[in-house]
């Protein structure tokens, strides 16, 4: 493995490196650092997670004059989460050296970000839609752009931005440098490529590295109805310090949540209709740990680097295998180990078994616990703290009033009552989700041509766009199904 030492990165950088903890170049660093040093254009293919960020972050922050208070930098991300997320990790790679990076996004007051853009930050982090407004309406300048970053550009082919993205190529100086990031490597991002990219060169990330070793995968085969049940059991029984379970509506992350809360849980949902402001406080009482659960959509969960998540819950398997392992990508970061949870409908087997040939990993299945294994799993809770508290051995003042008690009641029952004085029983709050369709191979293929995402794999998103075709025609479906009450239509987009 390559050090950072030996890509000859000037000393404010590696400075920056080090109090971030990072020695190790990753296999996408190690490759396209030293090419974007250069000058060269790169086409980079990796999953999120992979270090794409420092990348690209450190060859445009070297090139960058800090006395200049110009954008010379601009990197284009499909959601507001992701530029945030982009920006902030720039900022903190070149704080020694002095380069200022501002997020721009789809849901800030239009009169503040153009303050900010007037204040002259070096690198611009912003998503399509509202870029192009700031081009459109000259509210920014990027005459000096020299280092252009499209990343996840098959995301932002997937929400219908590909003709802001050429628009936004053609606006900048074309001596600039571009390097683009994208998972996979569709026609449409070939085609920019080719024709708004100087000889690019390629890096690839192999599909063994891209792959989730640390990631322990399991599948719980479950019918629809008692998903909800399931979920809560396996909650108690895991207990998860921080988890993330996705869902593939907004209505179903909103019916998720407020089912979480009725049982005790500490739960927050996020998808595309809850504000800016909503959505990035969640974010924070979840990386804070005042929340212990997260429940999101694709979308608007793409692109979040939230170091501690032990547990991801696939509540509705994705329609598309990338998804799939974006998803569990959320866990068993930085090195330590995760693990995660896919339901799965006896119809939706064959999907799995695609899943599974697509991300060369064995997905090993899970006995469904019971409310007694749930219980139990609480009861383990309280007897480990009850362990901590006696292996601190600060309980001299306790004992003449244990002793007491102890003269009345036999030793189990006092431990019995103690265990369940100390429980987080649940409330077994009824709980009825919406039903969705279970996901199908289409056309014994498993799906394996155009995505899915807005109809079956999709929901939520980044920009007011994200559920819109380019005509401005809902891109959602109604999908009729049966379920015991009777039939009934629903929007996956609702």
Not at 262 to 285: P, W, Y
Not at 391 to 404: I, P, V
């Amino acid at each position: 493995m390559t050090t950072f030492n030996e890509l000859n990165i000037s000393k404010p950088i590696m400075k920056a490196l080090e109090k971030m903890g990072f020695e190790e170049a990753t296999p996408i660093q190690e490759q396209t650092i030293p090419l974007g040093m250069q000058g060269k254009d790169v086409i980079g293919q990796a999953q999120t997670g992979t270090g794409k960020t420092a990348a690209f972050g450190i060859p445009m922050i070297e090139k960058i004059d800090q006395n200049v208070k110009k954008i010379q930098g601009l990197v284009v991300a499909p959601t507001r989460e992701l530029a945030i997320q982009v920006s902030e990790e720039i900022h903190r790679l070149g704080k020694f050296k002095g380069v200022r990076a501002l997020p721009v996004y789809g849901g800030q007051h239009m009169d503040r970000q153009i303050r900010a853009l007037k204040d002259g930050p070096h690198i611009v982090v912003a998503t399509p839609g509202r870029l192009l407004d700031h081009i459109r309406r000259k509210t920014i300048n990027i005459s000096n752009v020299h280092t252009a970053v499209l990343d996840e550009a098959d995301e932002m082919l997937n929400m219908g931005f590909i003709d802001d993205i050429r628009d936004i190529l053609k606006s900048i100086p074309e001596e600039r440098q571009t390097l683009l990031f994208s998972a996979t490597m569709p026609k449409e991002i070939r085609d920019i490529a080719s024709t708004l990219m100087k000889q690019p060169e390629e890096v690839k990330v192999k599909s063994k590295e891209m792959t989730v070793s640390n990631i322990a995968q399991f599948f719980v085969e479950v019918h629809e109805k008692q998903k909800f049940d399931t979920l809560t059991n396996l909650l108690d029984t895991h207990t998860p310090a921080l988890a993330i379970i996705f869902g593939r509506t907004k209505k179903r992350v909103d019916e998720v949540t407020e089912g979480l809360h009725a049982r005790g849980f500490r739960a927050e949902g996020i998808h595309g209709d809850l504000t800016q402001g909503k959505r990035m406080s969640v974010l924070n009482k979840f990386k804070t740990g005042k929340i212990e659960i997260l429940v999101a959509t694709d979308v608007a969960a793409r692109g979040l680097d939230i170091s501690g998540v032990t547990h991801v819950y696939n509540l509705d398997v994705p329609q598309d295998p990338e998804s799939y392992v974006h998803r569990i990508g959320r866990t068993g970061r930085a090195g330590k180990t995760g693990e995660a949870i896919s339901f799965i409908t006896p119809r939706e087997i064959p999907h799995l078994h695609l899943i599974e040939k697509v991300t060369k990993s064995k997905i090993k299945r899970l006995q469904a616990p019971s409310m007694d294994d749930a219980r139990r799993g609480q009861q383990q809770i309280t007897v480990e703290k009850l362990n901590d508290t006696i292996n601190k051995k600060e309980l001299q003042e306790y004992r003449e009033t244990a002793t007491e008690l102890l003269d009345q009641y036999d030793s189990v029952t006092v431990v019995s009552a103690a265990l369940k004085m100390l429980t987080k029983e649940r409330r077994d709050s009824p709980v009825t989700l919406t039903s969705v369709s279970p996901v199908s191979i289409k056309g014994g293929k498993g799906g394996g041509g155009k995505k899915n995402y807005r109809g079956g794999g999709g929901g939520g998103g980044g920009d007011k766009r994200n559920n819109f075709s380019r005509k401005g025609k809902p891109a959602g479906r109604n999908r009729k199904f049966q379920n015991k009450r009777g039939s009934s239509s629903r929007n996956q987009d609702s």
